[in-house]
């Protein structure tokens, strides 16, 4: 597949997968500079949970997987 | 397979209603997916579904767009298509389905409502999604055909988990249930794969409804339905190459051959398997190759080989030839075959044969999995 950046549609399609499935939630309190960012995190925990090279970046291949139809019931059990 | 922790219905007699319809289908074909698709729940548990046409039923059936009264819009075409609740008072239980998809009944057109509401039952029997991507609870739509469709195993093993199986006698003895469809085992050392090609520079490795595929990196291959990529491509199929020449993927299946551009399907095929000169008494072919130094693609038949000129796009002369005489001490049926760095690697049943194609030589003997890491 064509390697190419993620486009600011990626990243928002990204963002509202992130969330509405693996229970990505906005980053409060301090950033610790070496650790990689909850997105990051929440983006290998996708590619892990679908069998995809787990990179925590937004691959061209995470990109086509967020976009296929699916189910609307979130991947990771939300905390009630 | 993975389950909401402790939601699951008290009793193996539960309700349900279809609440409205959607307008895509008849009331009947609405209705037939609807029963259909929780009798793929009752045949392999106690479970036992009645439907009620008025008041609450544990599982309410809805069809709606967008903001539909609950907290969980839906997203319009495509995206997301349909969700559903935990067993439970009130709303637990209840599946909503996205009336801006177009929902079919049994082509492949639209998304096919019996395979979405089998899904979506699933999580209103208490299953969450399985990241097993053979599984009918993996989250990502996938069609199938609805008149073979059987509860794959991963899935029978959850709702078995909570449930327990079927305890009903077969009402059809002499009907045994099929086997639940399980997903390959790359660890399975007995594994027999269908196929394998390279497609510029990856590695596929066809089995059943799954492929395998490895990039040039050698991370672990990513397992994932044919259809998934390719809706019109069959399960089972019998071989594949790619040819360095056309840089085209061409893969086989009975007497039919299709032809890949990178992950696109090139128009106009599937073509007969004569197309490319074969003989007419060749019906299916077991393994094809590609060989970089010659130019020529072996087509494995059986105990026989054919060489084709993909320069001339003709059979060679001279052929069939016997396997063992072109590659020595290779006595079993080549199931699958393709070259890697320049060697050549013929697949009978779970091993793997390293060949020299200069000198013919047999250099290794190797498991299936020597690509194909565990």
């Not at chain 2, 899935?155 to 390959?184: A, E, F, R």
Request: glycine share 8%; aromatic share 14%.
């Amino acid at each position: 597949l064509p390697i190419s950046p993620p486009s600011e549609e990626d990243e928002a399609l990204a963002e509202t997968y992130l969330k509405r499935f693996f229970n990505l939630t906005e980053e409060t309190g301090p950033v610790f500079k070496r650790r990689p960012s909850q997105r990051s995190r929440k983006v290998s925990e996708m590619q892990s949970f679908f069998g995809l090279k787990v990179t925590g970046t937004l691959d061209a291949e995470t990109v086509m997987m967020m976009k296929k139809p699916r189910c609307g019931v979130p991947d990771v059990q939300l905390s009630r | 397979f993975t389950t909401f922790d402790n939601h699951k219905w008290q009793t193996n007699r539960v309700t349900y209603r279809i609440e409205n319809y959607t307008p895509d289908m008849s009331v009947a074909e609405v209705d037939n997916s609807i029963e259909r698709a929780l009798q793929v729940w009752a045949k392999v548990s106690p479970l036992r579904f009645t439907r009620i046409y008025s008041g609450i039923a544990d599982i309410m059936i809805s069809f709606g767009t967008r903001n539909h009264g609950d907290s969980y819009p839906f997203d319009g075409p495509d995206g997301t298509l349909a969700h559903a609740f935990a067993p439970g008072a009130g709303i637990g239980g209840d599946a909503h389905f996205d009336d801006d998809e177009s929902f079919s009944f049994s082509s492949t057109r639209g998304y096919n409502l019996f395979l979405v509401a089998a899904h979506e039952f699933g999580h209103s029997l208490g299953l969450s999604h399985s990241n097993d991507p053979g599984a009918l609870m993996f989250p990502v739509y996938s069609y199938t055909d609805p008149r073979t469709f059987s509860l794959p195993r991963d899935d029978v093993n959850g709702i078995q988990y909570i449930y327990g199986p079927n305890t009903d006698l077969n009402p059809n003895p002499d009907k045994p249930d099929p086997t639940p469809p399980s997903t390959p085992d790359a660890c399975d050392p007995t594994l027999v794969v269908d196929a394998v090609t390279t497609l510029r520079g990856d590695k596929m490795f066809f089995k059943g409804r799954f492929l395998w595929r490895g990039d040039p990196q050698g991370n672990k291959p990513v397992l994932s339905l044919i259809k998934n990529y390719w809706p019109e491509l069959p399960d089972n199929i019998n071989a594949a190459y790619e040819s360095q020449l056309s840089d085209r993927v061409f893969l086989f299946k009975d007497s039919q051959v299709w032809a890949l551009y990178g992950y696109d399907i090139v128009p106009g095929y599937p073509k007969n398997l004569n197309s490319l000169g074969l003989p007419r008494t060749v019906k299916k072919v077991d393994a094809a190759m590609y060989d970089e130094d010659s130019r020529k693609t072996l087509f494995f038949v059986d105990d026989n080989y054919y060489s084709y000129d993909e320069a001339m796009k003709r059979m060679d002369k001279g052929f069939p030839k016997r396997v063992d005489e072109g590659f020595p001490g290779m006595t079993s049926k080549v199931t699958a075959a393709f070259q890697v760095r320049g060697f050549t690697y013929l697949y009978s049943g779970s091993y793997m044969f390293e060949y020299s194609m200069r000198t013919r030589r047999q250099l290794r003997v190797l498991g299936n999995n020597y690509f194909l890491p565990c």
